[in-house]
Nanobody, 117 residues
Framework: EVQLVESGGGSVQAGGSLRLSCATS????????IAWFRQAPGDPRREGVS????????VPYADSVKGRFTISRNNANTVYLEGNSLRPEDTAVYYC??????????WGQGTQVTVSS
């Protein structure tokens, strides 16, 4: 069974940092790109944050996080999203998903990030 489990969310003050983890299982990790999305309170849309390929190629999706968020992956089936200089507008539920053939699948349950001013 394919599973993606996010963790590492929490509450932080503006200017602080967090590192989110996406632990994956049930598939060949090196065959997939993994993407991070976020959904702000009251917004029905999920905004793409960044994506990393199996060869560590990074595609940034959101201009608002460039220079502040970094995506990475290790050899233990985990993808990370590190956010620095966090802003209140970064408050959202953060999700990870597999990406293959342009489709996003196998969404995790999400992890809440709250940034207070």
């Amino acid at each position: 069974e394919v599973q993606l489990v996010e963790s590492g969310g929490g509450s932080v003050q503006a200017g602080g940092s967090l590192r989110l983890s996406c632990a994956t299982s049930g598939f060949i990790f090196d065959d997939y790109s993994i993407a991070w999305f976020r959904q702000a309170p009251g917004d029905p849309r999920r905004e793409g944050v960044s994506c990393i390929s199996s060869r560590n190629g990074v595609v940034p999706y959101a201009d608002s996080v460039k220079g502040r968020f970094t995506i990475s992956r290790n050899n233990a089936n985990t993808v990370y999203l590190e956010g620095n200089s966090l802003r209140p507008e970064d408050t959202a539920v953060y999700y990870c998903a597999t990406r293959i053939g342009g489709e996003y699948q196998n969404w995790g349950q999400g992890t809440q990030v709250t940034v207070s001013s």
